[in-house]
């Protein structure tokens, strides 16, 4: 799937140099069918890396895909500048009244603080209510999907005894669901976090399902039985790279960081790390894309359209 964004993102030089069908605004308007409109919610401090993360996620599969990026204000980036934010973001008050067929929530490094001390808290709930008249289908992603879980469905976080880091084995609980198409039967994802969210925590809420589950890092999906929200507890999308420098960093500030497990050979950090998760990960948001987003999403996106829909499955 073409992948339409801003000529000038700078994501756009390494996804075009991976090989990644990229396509700018002037080439879009070329042709003549409509693109999903991705709305991606980015909390995260590294914005850039984050950006080119989803949106190699976000390529694989044969239509076209309008991202656009959104960000809080009540909170002041202190990694990304002022003018990246200003050229490619928006805010809740800029598309206020726009429609969206899927909406991706991402993590944030803010998991040791309650929900409510977390500055942009107020603004993220607000944003969070209007999804669910003006988003058809929403992926929340780790602390994304913890704050949603409590938000919408009042599940609570709880707190690690450590740092859960690592690539852990997951299974699925209900293989026959389409977001599972072509999984093998154990897949493995990237996990770094402080809390975590429980089985019995979720059970009480009738209308989630809980979807996969990994032996040690917990439940990994949950879903609302409509299939509107979906909820990660890892991430899926991570590079090669991305949990050997955040021990590195964690390393380098005097915490006492445990090696990410089952990520370098032998666990020894001196040696390069494995990738093991990537065809999984390809494969989820692909079929995020397709089956819950392209397949179920009204043709003509608005406020009656959004709130008539609901997306069941196996």
């Known amino acids: 799937m073409p992948i339409k964004i801003p000529t000038s993102l700078p994501a756009r030089a390494t996804l075009e140099s991976e090989n990644i069908f990229v396509m700018t605004e002037s080439r879009a308007l070329h042709q003549d069918i409509?693109?999903?409109?991705?709305?991606?919610?980015?909390?995260?401090?590294?914005?850039?890396?984050?950006?080119?993360?989803?949106?190699?996620?976000?390529?694989?599969?044969?239509?076209?895909?309008?991202?656009?990026?959104?960000?809080?204000?009540s909170h002041d980036a202190k990694n990304t500048s002022d003018t990246h934010l200003e050229n490619f973001y928006v805010s809740l008050a800029d598309i206020q009244g726009n429609y969206y067929d899927g909406m991706i929530i991402t993590g944030a490094p803010v998991e040791n603080l309650d929900f409510q001390d977390v500055d942009y808290w107020e603004e993220l709930c607000r944003i969070m209510d209007w999804t669910k008249e003006h988003v058809h289908c929403t992926l929340h992603i780790c602390w994304g999907a913890q704050a949603a879980l409590y938000h919408h469905h009042g599940v609570p976080k709880h707190s690690l005894e450590k740092k859960?880091?690592?690539?852990?084995?997951?299974?699925?609980l209900r293989p026959n669901a389409p977001i599972f198409r072509g999984f093998d039967p154990c897949f493995y994802v990237p996990h770094s976090r402080y809390t975590t969210v429980l089985a019995e925590d979720i059970a009480k809420v009738p209308q989630l399902e809980i979807m996969s589950v990994s032996p040690d890092a917990g439940v990994f999906m949950v879903k609302t039985e409509d299939s509107r929200q979906f909820f990660i507890t890892g991430h899926p999308e991570y590079d090669l790279e991305t949990l050997q420098l955040e021990y590195q960093r964690d390393v380098s500030r005097g915490i006492a960081a445990h090696v990410p497990e089952h990520y370098f050979p032998d666990d020894d950090p001196s040696k390069p790390p494995m990738m093991t998760w990537r065809a999984h990960a390809q494969l989820l948001y692909t079929n995020w894309l397709n089956y819950y987003v392209y397949q179920t999403t009204p043709y003509d996106i608005n406020r009656e359209s959004i709130a008539g829909s609901s997306q069941n499955d196996a």
Not at 42 to 69: A, F, H, Y
Not at 164 to 172: D, K, R
């Open 164 to 172: 859960l880091s690592g690539v852990f084995p997951h299974v699925m």
């Open 34 to 73: 409509r693109p999903l409109k991705l709305l991606i919610l980015n909390l995260m401090p590294t914005k850039i890396v984050t950006e080119t993360q989803l949106l190699r996620k976000l390529s694989n599969t044969p239509l076209q895909i309008e991202v656009q990026l959104l960000r809080t204000i």
